[in-house]
């Protein structure tokens, strides 16, 4: 079964961080890619850019309405995923918790439905 790794940050609180440490995590990232690759269980991943430069989409009445940034203010944002395929949801929490980032905010493991062409 696939399941999408859910990495959440704060930029607060990665900003109070020393060069070191952020280099520790990016470092830790490497090592767990090269890890699931290994294992065959890496399926893909991304990480995203700052939620400042994102647009939220809404279509009211049939109308599109863009605006600028996320839909809600918050202190966490999407930062990234990985989706990992593995046996077990016990497994992909075990592959979650070896994310740097679960010492820092959380990561939220999600099973992905499959479903006709739309699967992975």
């Known amino acids: 079964m696939k399941y999408l790794l859910i990495i959440y940050m ?15 995590i990016f470092g830790a990232h490497d090592e767990f890619q090269k890890l699931v690759k290994e294992t065959g269980e890496l399926v893909g991943f991304a990480a995203l850019a700052d ?6 989409v809404r279509v009211r009445d049939e109308a599109p309405a863009v605006t600028d940034g996320p ?19 016990e497994r992909a929490a075990e592959l979650g918790a070896m994310l740097p980032d679960a010492k820092l905010t959380a990561i939220e493991v999600r099973a992905i439905m499959e479903s006709g062409g739309m699967e992975m």
Not at 12 to 23: G, I, K, M, Q
Not at 51 to 56: E, F, N
Not at 71 to 88: D, H, P, T
Request: aromatic residues 12%.
């Open 10 to 24: 704060n930029p607060t609180l990665f900003e109070t961080l020393s060069e070191a440490e952020r280099d520790a």
């Open 51 to 56: 939620p400042s430069t994102s647009k939220t």
């Open 71 to 89: 839909y809600i203010e918050a202190k966490e944002f999407l930062a990234g995923y990985y989706v990992v395929e593995c046996e077990s949801p």
